[in-house]
């Protein structure tokens, strides 16, 4: 049975950081795309990164770029992300999922993402405030 489970959220004020981990059961990381998108309260979804399966390139779109980082941990067999300079706005319950390919809209240098994930876990709270 495949689980995919998150972890790491918290309440952190406006300008903290949090590092939020996606671990598995059932499956390796390592064979998928890996992404992570947010729910706020009264909002549509929004795919926050998403690092390939093949290339390792990584994909962000704007109200996320320059703060969030993507990664994997070899050693912890998840997949991180970092979230600096944390803002209000990104309040959220987190969630990761796996996919064959990360899937966006490229604007530019803008990227919208829209990745179809397979699996998907439960979420961790992400709480921006003083």
């Known amino acids: 049975q495949v689980q995919l489970v998150e972890s790491g959220g918290d309440l952190v004020q406006p300008g903290g950081s949090l590092r939020l981990s996606c671990a598995a059961s059932?499956?390796?990381?390592?064979?998928?795309?890996v992404g992570w998108f947010r729910q706020a309260p009264g909002k549509e979804h929004e795919g926050v990164s998403c690092?390939?399966?093949?290339?390792?390139?990584?994909y962000y779109p704007d109200s996320v770029k320059g703060r969030f980082t993507i990664s994997r941990d070899s050693h912890k067999s998840t997949v991180d992300l970092q979230m600096n300079s944390l803002k209000p706005e990104d309040t959220a319950v987190y969630y990761c999922?796996?996919?064959?390919?990360?899937?966006?809209?490229?604007?530019?240098?803008?990227?919208?993402?829209?990745?179809?994930?397979?699996?998907r876990g439960q979420g961790t709270q992400v709480t921006v405030s003083s």
């Open positions: 059932g499956l390796s990381l390592d064979d998928y795309s």
């Open positions: 690092i390939s399966r093949e290339d390792g390139k990584t």
């Open positions: 999922g796996v996919a064959p390919i990360c899937q966006y809209v490229r604007y530019g240098y803008s990227y919208y993402l829209s990745t179809v994930f397979e699996h």
